[in-house]
């Protein structure tokens, strides 16, 4: 506000100083600005007067340092705020406003000038002198906030809940450790995995048409011997084709009335002394691991779970190059009744369980 004196033909201008929200207090303390200390006349929780503050901080407006207030034994520091200066007053100190204080910085000014007023801290030869430590402490504890107290119920379910949390956090990170050194030491998988048998194929002895003595399909039973079908050539004899093999028909591969070659095949043929198996290969340095007659365990497409015995070891060379992953040949057998000629060439998973005896009970915690 902007008040004017007219008298004798000249005018006199002021401004009216602004009000202060806060009471200041002859509290001993210093501001730290560009490296510089500089004595305070007072402070208040909103902003003090600087004692021999260079003039141009005036045309700067703005200047971030520390606000200290010395104990006889230590000093308590504000740091970074934000100062902001107003005007350069009669007794030659700059005020300034604090303009970043935070609610913690705001409460711990509070404290001390509580502290000062009830007389628990003097001042004496600039710094603060704590008349009793234990009344200080009691002084700034009242004015903290204070979490609400539990009951006994209350508190002891607290407590067991975070017991149980502590021991839930260790349960967990035990399986996880169990489980990696399962998977890691104890459980060799195999890369690939897909159920094979030893087929027989017949095959056209000369070229000609082709054409079935009776419908032949897939899952028919044939003797060794039997007449398959005839071949007719143009000009030519016709020759009979009969089975060389007794066993169950996988495939079909020719329909009446091809034209065939000499060697062409007509159908697959399981024969009865052969059996369905599985074909696993795994990394040659597991392979040192497993033995014939180990069990292991064969995970269908269909979720089924099958378990079969290693009865053949195809081991690659003892000594592989190193430039190249070597895989070994397992041949695993599975009962008869688990598979039928409809699986043969599908894949499978297959898993070889290496845990000592007397650490299975352990590891058959694991999900």
Same mark, same amino acid.
Not at 33 to 59: M, N
Not at 148 to 158: N, S, T, V, Y
């Given at each position: 506000?902007?008040?004017?004196?007219?008298?004798?033909?000249?005018?006199?201008?002021?401004?009216?100083?602004?009000?202060?929200?806060?009471?200041?207090?002859?509290?001993?303390?210093?501001?730290?600005?560009?490296?510089?200390?500089?004595?305070?006349?007072?402070?208040?929780?909103?902003?003090?007067?600087?004692?021999?503050?260079?003039?141009?901080?005036?045309?700067?407006?703005?200047?971030?340092?520390?606000?200290?207030?010395?104990?006889?034994?230590?000093?308590?520091?504000?740091?970074?705020?934000?100062?902001?200066?107003?005007?350069?007053?009669?007794?030659?100190?700059?005020?300034?406003?604090?303009?970043?204080?935070?609610?913690?910085?705001?409460?711990?000014?509070?404290?001390?000038?509580?502290?000062?007023?009830?007389?628990?801290?003097?001042?004496?030869?600039?710094?603060?002198?704590?008349?009793?430590?234990?009344?200080?402490?009691?002084?700034?504890?009242?004015?903290?906030?204070?979490?609400?107290?539990?009951?006994?119920?209350?508190?002891?379910?607290?407590?067991?809940?975070?017991?149980?949390?502590?021991?839930?956090?260790?349960?967990?990170?035990?399986?996880?450790?169990?489980?990696?050194?399962?998977?890691?030491?104890?459980?060799?998988?195999?890369?690939?995995?897909?159920?094979?048998?030893?087929?027989?194929?017949?095959?056209?002895?000369?070229?000609?048409?082709?054409?079935?003595?009776?419908?032949?399909?897939?899952?028919?039973?044939?003797?060794?011997?039997?007449?398959?079908?005839?071949?007719?050539?143009?000009?030519?004899?016709?020759?009979?084709?009969?089975?060389?093999?007794?066993?169950?028909?996988?495939?079909?591969?020719?329909?009446?009335?091809?034209?065939?070659?000499?060697?062409?095949? !007509?159908?697959?043929?399981? %024969? =009865?002394?052969?059996?369905? @198996? #599985? $074909?696993?290969?795994? /990394?040659?340095? +597991? *392979?040192?691991?497993?033995?014939?007659?180990?069990?292991?365990?064969?995970?269908?497409?269909?979720?089924?779970?099958?378990?079969?015995?290693?009865?053949? !070891?195809?081991?690659?060379? %003892? =000594?592989?190059?190193?430039? @190249? #992953? $070597?895989?070994?040949? /397992?041949?695993? +057998? *599975?009962?008869?009744?688990?598979?039928?000629?409809?699986?043969?060439?599908?894949?499978?998973?297959?898993?070889?369980?290496?845990?000592?005896?007397?650490?299975?009970?352990?590891?058959?915690?694991?999900?």
């Amino acid at each position: 506000m902007e008040d004017a004196v007219k008298g004798g033909g000249s005018k006199v201008k002021f401004k009216a100083e602004p009000t202060r929200h806060f009471p200041r207090y002859k509290i001993p303390a210093f501001v730290e600005v560009d490296g510089k200390k500089y004595r305070l006349k007072d402070w208040s929780i909103g902003g003090c007067a600087i004692f021999d503050l260079p003039e141009e901080y005036l045309e700067k407006k703005w200047a971030v340092g520390n606000f200290v207030i010395p104990f006889d034994t230590f000093d308590a520091v504000i740091k970074d705020v934000k100062f902001e200066f107003l005007r350069k007053n009669p007794d030659g100190t700059i005020g300034c406003r604090f303009a970043n204080l935070r609610p913690d910085q705001i409460s711990l000014l509070q404290d001390v000038i509580e502290a000062f007023l009830e007389g628990v801290i003097v001042t004496l030869d600039g710094l603060i002198n704590i008349i009793r430590r234990e009344d200080l402490r009691e002084a700034l504890e009242a004015q903290r906030p204070q979490a609400p107290k539990r009951g006994g119920l209350e508190e002891f379910i607290r407590r067991l809940f975070i017991l149980f949390m502590f021991l839930a956090i260790i349960g967990i990170g035990v399986l996880f450790v169990l489980k990696a050194l399962y998977s890691r030491v104890y459980l060799v998988k195999a890369v690939s995995a897909f159920y094979d048998a030893p087929l027989k194929v017949v095959k056209t002895p000369v070229g000609g048409f082709f054409s079935f003595k009776r419908p032949v399909k897939e899952g028919d039973i044939v003797k060794k011997g039997q007449v398959l079908g005839f071949l007719k050539a143009p000009g030519r004899v016709s020759f009979v084709v009969p089975s060389s093999v007794t066993g169950k028909v996988v495939e079909v591969h020719v329909s009446d009335g091809d034209a065939l070659e000499e060697g062409d095949p !007509i159908i697959s043929v399981l %024969p =009865e002394s052969e059996k369905i @198996r #599985v $074909v696993a290969h795994v /990394l040659h340095g +597991d *392979v040192e691991r497993l033995k014939l007659g180990q069990k292991v365990k064969v995970l269908r497409p269909d979720g089924k779970v099958i378990t079969g015995r290693i009865v053949d !070891i195809d081991r690659a060379s %003892p =000594e592989p190059p190193s430039s @190249r #992953v $070597v895989y070994d040949r /397992l041949v695993i +057998d *599975v009962p008869p009744e688990s598979c039928t000629i409809d699986d043969i060439g599908r894949v499978v998973s297959v898993e070889i369980d290496l845990t000592p005896q007397k650490l299975k009970p352990i590891f058959n915690v694991l999900p």
